[in-house]
């Protein structure tokens, strides 16, 4: 069993930055492909960035050359930096763990991922 928690959202301005940060317990941190997914009001939970177990990382589109992820195995965190912000990247942001994922594999859909955090919520003002 893994317990996930996020921190490090707020409000920012757009053209901000933000760092967002999941600490993991439980479990064996370094057999898990981690993700980061965003739910904005009325809209469905969507993959944002995702790592591999060797850190090979998936971008979805829209944040591409804007959002970096990494992890740190040592400290069982994974990190979402976030820069050039939006509002359109207003909502929920949610890290997540997937077990079942192979060494090099990250998953784009929520259904890979069996272990969930609640959430931090991520305000971008226009």
């Known amino acids: 069993q893994v317990q996930l928690v996020e921190s490090g959202g707020g409000l920012v301005q757009a053209g901000g930055s933000l760092r967002l940060s999941c600490a993991a317990s439980?479990?064996?941190?370094?057999?898990?492909?981690m993700g980061w997914f965003r739910q904005a009001p009325g809209k469905e939970r969507e993959f944002v960035a995702g790592?591999?177990?060797?850190?090979?990382?998936y971008y979805t589109d829209s944040v591409k050359d804007r959002f970096i992820i990494s992890r740190d195995n040592v400290k069982r965190t994974v990190d979402l930096q976030m820069n050039s912000l939006k509002p359109e990247d207003t909502g929920v942001y949610y890290c997540a763990a997937d077990y079942r994922a192979s060494v090099a594999t990250v998953g784009i859909f929520s259904s890979e991922y069996a272990y969930w955090g609640r959430g931090t919520q991520v305000t971008v003002s226009s």
């Open positions: 790592i591999s177990r060797v850190r090979g990382t």
């Open positions: 439980g479990g064996t941190f370094t057999s898990y492909a």
